[in-house]
């Protein structure tokens, strides 16, 4: 299959050390965002934690809007958590003239108001520093010293930043029958499908650098980027000072997020990075005709304080990701993991 690189990529730091399950419960996973910056304490908006457990992002997000007396649009979150968990997330929503502890303690279905801040401004996408993670995985029962020695390598090199399955849909359904004219997608079906498409070509990038043992080295013509931030530059030549920022996850090797014109690297990683673009045309031109940009994301994910400890039956992990990684790309390190709900 085409997308199996992509949609399966190979794992860096070895074979699995068993399988197991998650999220046999919500509890399992548990999220907490964390923003970044302090709540403004006045403004026009209203800055909500929520802690949310079995609901969907959009779907508290609807009920905000009803509580709030406003549009679902004037509703703003930082970013989409899954529904089968418990998850710390950040919204905000208009004051309009009531007062943000008025907001405490108010509920529905699936959630509860934990904080209330006044704030300048709606909350946009991407808005976080990160997040928190707490995972306990059922049935997973690796030897001890392998599991070990994993965790330390995990935490010493970090892993390789796939998207994960999530961003594809069920299956790949947010992948099926692409067309190479934007217009038509239907609106619900334009952002899941554009973004999933993007995801492809990265993942395939990943993949082949993954294969060539590159993915956590920087290479002359790469785009280096500083860790948990979005500024990058050029490798021109490798010295001691790039190889030393490297090796201590300061900075890492980044792949396309594929646009408009040619990838912004050069040399042997513009040209491995155009190969592997052209065996996935036409997700390539979809986001070409929808005028997006090329941009560039990091090729490795640090793992920030990261605890792991054994107990009969489970291992339970504990880490902190930059904003837009996915936890699953840490796991997949581990092991082979069944992510389906608890029949119970």
Not at 28 to 40: H, K, Q, R, S, T
């Amino acid at each position: 299959m085409r997308s199996e690189p992509a949609l399966s990529p190979p794992r860096a730091l070895g074979e699995p050390l068993g399988s197991g399950r998650l999220r046999a419960l919500p509890e399992d996973f548990d999220v907490e965002e964390l923003l970044g910056f302090e709540p403004a304490g006045a403004g026009e908006h209203v800055l909500l934690q929520v802690r949310k457990r079995e609901a969907n992002t959009l779907w508290v997000a609807r009920a905000l809007a009803r509580l709030g007396a406003c549009r679902p649009l004037d509703v703003g979150y930082a970013g989409l958590k899954d529904r089968r968990a418990v998850a710390v997330q950040w919204f905000t929503v208009p004051r309009r003239g009531r007062p943000a502890a008025e907001w405490l303690g108010r509920s529905g279905e699936g959630f509860e108001v934990l904080a209330a801040h006044a704030h300048t401004r709606k909350l946009p996408r991407g808005a976080l520093a990160g997040n928190r993670f707490r995972i306990r995985v059922r049935d997973f029962t690796p030897q001890p010293e392998a599991f070990a020695a994993r965790v330390q390598a995990i935490g010493a090199q970090g892993v390789p930043n796939y998207f994960g399955p999530q961003r594809f849909g069920r299956d790949g359904g947010n992948l099926a029958d692409l067309p190479t004219d934007p217009r038509a997608l239907r609106a619900t079906q334009r952002g899941f499908a554009l973004s999933a498409a993007r995801s492809l070509v990265f993942n395939a990038v990943l993949a082949e650098r993954v294969r060539a043992g590159s993915w956590a080295q920087l290479q002359p013509g790469d785009r280096a980027i500083l860790d948990g931030g979005g500024s990058h530059f050029a490798v021109e030549a490798l010295d001691e000072s790039l190889r030393a920022r490297a090796e201590c996850l300061q900075i890492h090797p980044t792949g396309p997020l594929w646009g408009r014109g040619a990838p912004t690297s050069s040399a042997a990683v513009a040209a491995l990075e155009k190969r592997i673009a052209a065996g996935y045309a036409r997700e390539c031109a979809l986001i070409e005709a929808a005028g997006m940009e090329q941009q560039r994301r990091s090729l490795r994910l640090a793992v920030r304080a990261l605890r792991a400890e054994l107990s009969p039956g489970a291992a339970v992990l504990e880490f902190e990701l930059a904003g837009g990684a996915y936890a699953t790309a840490v796991l997949r390190e581990l092991g082979d993991f069944d992510d389906q709900p608890s029949r119970t």
